[in-house]
Structure formats: structure tokens, C-alpha cells
């Protein structure tokens, strides 16, 4: 249902990602993007991963049989996006935050994350099953000089406040202001692409509307060997997933063993 | 607390008289205050009203704000004559489709690279900005937090609204008016509004985020978060 404050002039999307695991090769290049994109600060030492913030953050996972039958495969892993089911959506983040600094956009599909609303209780961090979302420990620091390349379409976070992978919103609104000013409303599928997917070598990222056939999305995500994180949950994330191997759809599951193919339909 | 000391109160207590009584006056029914002192009451509670509203709305308003001159007294009249295609002459949309907003130095040096009067303001443009090449640290009354997003195309191209529903009359001023801002927040007092309470009258007259979303609501157009923020 769409909700009544956000009516919208009738044409709507749906973003998402489908990521080809089987062409991901760990190389990292999305994480590095997606900070430099999002002006998201780093520490001194951000192999501490209870302090580092990424929003993109790409996971090793390994089947863990002996050679020569030992296998990785990596994860990256945006924010999910969640659409939940039913008539109030009940994205995990979104429901339990008590300031609303997190909403789901019926137009886009976005879960927004507005900082200076947010008032670092972290609720949303708990509520969220893929750890998509970072807190703001400290402020955000840059080397000197480094200041100078930040984008000026994010605002940067403040000590105290969750952030989180935005899709890269600010490229969506660059490209309605172009549409605009050219008297358009529809915006094409090459002019909003997020900065991972443009940075990713492998091609591994696909990012578009989900529902419009014309998207290479619409007909990925449909395909065979296609599934997302924890679909058991309900969550109905709009980030897929593509591979030929199943064990890593089934860890991807968290698959147990005795619970049929470990993909519960949508 | 021991015996002796409880009994040395009640006996204390005891000692004191049930009421206080002055001859040749009516005694005042307990818990009821005398005429005389309702008639001091009022006025101090008047006073107090008054000295409060007067920190409030006067004082508090004076110490919040601060104010700075433009660097240059610019007439939006004198230039609206002298220009054909109204404000897009001097603010205008890039190709990409975001505003050009307040001009840069070049888009005036198009027309006073050499002094085009004897207006002592323009000849201060000249020495001081023009002939250095120094860019002119115009104050904006209406910049916004680093948090929003405002796209000048949508509102202009698609909603088609004029630059006065959200600028008011500032084209037909003659004289830049002194930019206040917040002292706490460093905010322009055109985001809250010149009234202290808060009170609008024109659609011009504040440009908070319910403001925004105002318009938003009557319009039907979408107004979630990530529309305005980023």
C-alpha cells in the first residue's frame, strides 16, 4: 500500500541489486568506492572491524571441505533495502525506530537514513539481520587536505549517529534535477547506476528497476540460482543474489540441514 | 530518635497557639489568603508576565541574532531594467540541471568589467573584487543545512513555481537588507523566520523543513525523507 504522505506523480520504482557471486572476486574495489562516493571516514586502522564503518562491506564465506574440494566465494553486502511484506511494509530498520530517521520510500523503494534525526539508539542495528548498519562512534575524520574531495551531495555523519548504504540516493537526485531541467520525469537506467556497481571490474553489480522489464535487473533476478540473505526472515530484500554453486546459496540461508532446499518462497 | 527528644516537641508543639489572633480585626478563615494580599498578587503577576514576554520576544531575540552588512548594496531594481530575461538573466540552471544560484564574480564581470556608472558601490565592485579577481562573499539568506537537498528544476520546471513564492519580493529590493543569523546554530533568519513565534503569513516568510513539507502535503507530492535529504 502506498502510504497517503507519499503519493508521489503516479510512476514509481523499485531499486535493486542483483549480484553475481560467481564473477565477485574479492577485490574490494565496491568498499573503496562506495567510501570515497559517500565521504565515509576511516580509521587508522580499519581492519578492526568493530570499529570501521563501511556501508559496503564484502564477506568471505568458505565450505570448509579439505582440498581439493575447498571453495570461497565472497559476499558483498549493500543495505538490503527491505520491502517487507503486507499492508505496512515492516522493513526491520523502519519499524522499530522510535525517532523516525528511517523511512521507506514508496516511490523508490528506498530506505532513507536521516542523520540529523537519528539519535544514535541503535535500535535499528539490533533490528537489522545483515549488520548493514554502522554507528558513528567517533567524528568523521579525514587526512589534511583530504577535506577537499569530499562530495558535497552527502552530508557527512556526526559522532553519535547509524548510517547506512543510501543506494547511492544523491545520484538519483543528480539525475532527476538533469531530467528536470530537460522537462522529463522518467529517468533512464544508465543515468542512475550506484558507485559500486560502476566501480565493480568483474561486472559483478547489476543495479536498476526491478520492475521495469526494459532493466537487466527485472530479468536477472528471475533467473535460476538466484536467491537473497536470509529469505526465510520475510524481510523481502531487493538486493539478489546469483550463483551456480549451492552451497553458497545455502549458506546464504543460513541453511541447517533438514529444512528442504533452504530457500523459502517469497 | 529517641524519647526525650519526641517529647521535647510535642511540648514545643503544644506551646504554639492554634491561630494567631489580632484584636479588633475579623480573624481570616484558615488557608484563605486577606483582600490585601490578592491586590499585590495581581500586579506582581501582570509585572511578571510583562518582564517575562519582554526577555522572550525582545531580549532573547536581540542575543540570538547576529548581523552582518552585504559586502556590496546591491538593487535588484537598477539590474532587473538593465537585464531581458528577469532573474534566470543572472540565476540560471547549468546544463546538468542544478542553479547557478548566487552569481559568481564572472557573471558580473560580463557587464562592469569597466565602471558602467558613477555609483560609489559600483566602483567598490570594481577595486575590491572586479579588478583583483576576487570573488565577492555574498551572504545567502537562504542557504540551508549541508542535510538538504533542494532541487531548483523540480520546483521551477516541474511544479512551476514562481521564484517569489519561496524568495518573496527580494527581486524588487533596492537595497540589500542586513542577513541575520543564528549565533547557536550560524543558521539565516530566513530559515525560521523573521517573526520570533514563528508566525507566517506569506509562503515566503519561513523556510523550515514543515514548511517544505506543507506545500509537499497540499501538492500530493511525495514527502519522504530521502526527497529533501541527503
Known sequence: MKEEHQKGHGKTYKYGMVVDLDKCTGCGACMVACMAENNISFRKDDTNKLVSNFWMRVYKISNGLPFPDADISYIPRPCMHCEGHGHHHATPCVSVCPACATDYDHETGIVSQVYTRCFGCRYCMAACPYHARVFNWWDPRWPEGMEKYLSPDVSPRMRGVVEKCSFCFHRLQRARNKAYAEKRREIGEDEYQTACTEACPGGAITFGDLDNPEHKVCKLKDAPGTFRLLEKLGTNPKVYYTTTRDWVQKAADVYVGNEGNGVTPA | ?230
Request: glycine content about 8%; overall charge negative; some cysteine.
Open chain 2, 1 to 230: 530518635m529517641s524519647a526525650t527528644e519526641e517529647e521535647k516537641k510535642q511540648i514545643v508543639a503544644e506551646g504554639e497557639p492554634a491561630q494567631k489572633h489580632v484584636p479588633g480585626e475579623a480573624a481570616p478563615e484558615p488557608g484563605k489568603p486577606g483582600t490585601w494580599e490578592f491586590l499585590i498578587a495581581i500586579p506582581v503577576f501582570i509585572l511578571g508576565v510583562v518582564v517575562c514576554l519582554f526577555v522572550g520576544w525582545v531580549l532573547f531575540p536581540a542575543v540570538l541574532y547576529c548581523e552582518k552588512q552585504q559586502p556590496i548594496d546591491f538593487s535588484h531594481v537598477v539590474h532587473q531594467e538593465a537585464v531581458d530575461e528577469g532573474c534566470e538573466s543572472c540565476h540560471f540552471f547549468r546544463e546538468d540541471g542544478s542553479f547557478s544560484g548566487i552569481p559568481k564574480l564572472e557573471n558580473c564581470s560580463q557587464c562592469h568589467e569597466e565602471a558602467m556608472g558613477e555609483h560609489p558601490e559600483e566602483t567598490r565592485l570594481i577595486d575590491e573584487y572586479i579588478e583583483p579577481g576576487k570573488e565577492i562573499p555574498w551572504l545567502v539568506y537562504a542557504s540551508q543545512p549541508d542535510c538538504v537537498f533542494f532541487s531548483h528544476a523540480a520546483h521551477i520546471n516541474m511544479a512551476e513555481l514562481s521564484c517569489g513564492t519561496c524568495h518573496g519580493s527580494i527581486g524588487e529590493s533596492d537595497h540589500t537588507r542586513p542577513y541575520q543569523y543564528n549565533i547557536l546554530t550560524g543558521y539565516s533568519r530566513d530559515i525560521w523566520g523573521w517573526n520570533i513565534a514563528g508566525i507566517k503569513k506569506n509562503t515566503w516568510d519561513r523556510m523550515k523543513m514543515d514548511d517544505c513539507a506543507e506545500c509537499h502535503e497540499e501538492k500530493g507530492t511525495n514527502n519522504a525523507c530521502f526527497v529533501c535529504h541527503k
